[in-house]
T-cell receptor, first 115, second 111 residues
Framework: ETGVTQTPRHLVMGMTNKKSLKCEQH?????MYWYKQSAKKPLELMFV???????ENNSVPSRFSPECPNSSHLFLHLHTLQPEDSALYLC??????????????FGPGTRLLVL | ELKVEQNPLFLSMQEGKNYTIYCNYS?????LYWYRQDPGKSLESLFV?????AVKQEGRLMASLDTKARLSTLHITAAVHDLSATYFC???????????FGKGTKLSVKP
């Protein structure tokens, strides 16, 4: 596998379900990101991890819970979501989040539908 | 607060024509990123512009950066159908380099 991979690619869940999104990068990067892309809004940065430490939480509701066990893996745990959370969730990685090393490489995304 | 604005948001072009997409940003920065997204797919990095006056070209696309005007342009020369996609510009915020994206310009090239 090369680049940034995400699983699952598609997910349908009910509002009471708990699910997790997985992201893995094979680029030797140290920073990983979660973004939300909805139909009518710009790409929204959700979380940033740099060297496994969370460095940004962009006012994301607590029903989204990130986890970064190592620099290569990033998870987004979902519980009691709302229909408005339906979107494309993109994972990205960069060499680090420091200035000058922030060119980000994106995974294919997980398209989430909350019923 | 850093804001990134693109225009136009929608662009329908005929093949063979030229056009420019504009990206304005609100705070001082010396770098700018352009990405492309095909329908249903992820974002692909196109250009990284790292200084005032930087110009980069790849095929029919050319990007430039004017940090004094806080403006980047993406120029399309002799458009072809394969260029149909959504193009995003992004800038960095603060010392951590987190990217803030514009809303994207959806380009449709018609025969």
């Amino acid at each position: 596998e090369t680049g940034v991979t995400q699983t699952p690619r598609h997910l349908v869940m009910g509002m009471t379900n708990k699910k997790s999104l997985k992201c893995e990068q094979h680029l030797g990067h140290n920073a990983m990101y979660w973004y939300k892309q909805s139909a009518k809004k710009p790409l929204e940065l959700m979380f940033v991890y740099n060297f496994k430490e969370q460095t940004e939480n962009n006012s994301v509701p607590s029903r989204f819970s990130p986890e970064c066990p190592n620099s290569s893996h990033l998870f987004l745990h979902l519980h009691t979501l709302q229909p408005e959370d339906s979107a494309l969730y993109l994972c990205a990685s960069s060499q680090s989040s420091a200035r000058g090393q922030e060119t980000q490489y994106f995974g294919p995304g997980t398209r989430l539908l909350v019923l | 607060e850093l804001k990134v604005e693109q225009n136009p948001l929608f662009l329908s072009m005929q093949e063979g024509k030229n056009y420019t997409i504009y990206c304005n940003y609100s705070t001082t920065s010396d770098r700018l990123y352009w990405y492309r997204q095909d329908p249903g797919k992820s974002l692909e990095s196109l250009f990284v512009l790292l200084s005032n006056g930087a110009v980069k070209q790849e095929g029919r696309l050319m990007a430039s950066l004017d940090t004094k005007a806080r403006l980047s342009t993406l120029h399309i020369t002799a458009a072809v159908h394969d260029l149909s996609a959504t193009y995003f510009c992004a800038n960095t915020r603060g010392s951590q380099g987190n990217l803030i994206f514009g809303k994207g310009t959806k380009l449709s090239v018609k025969p």
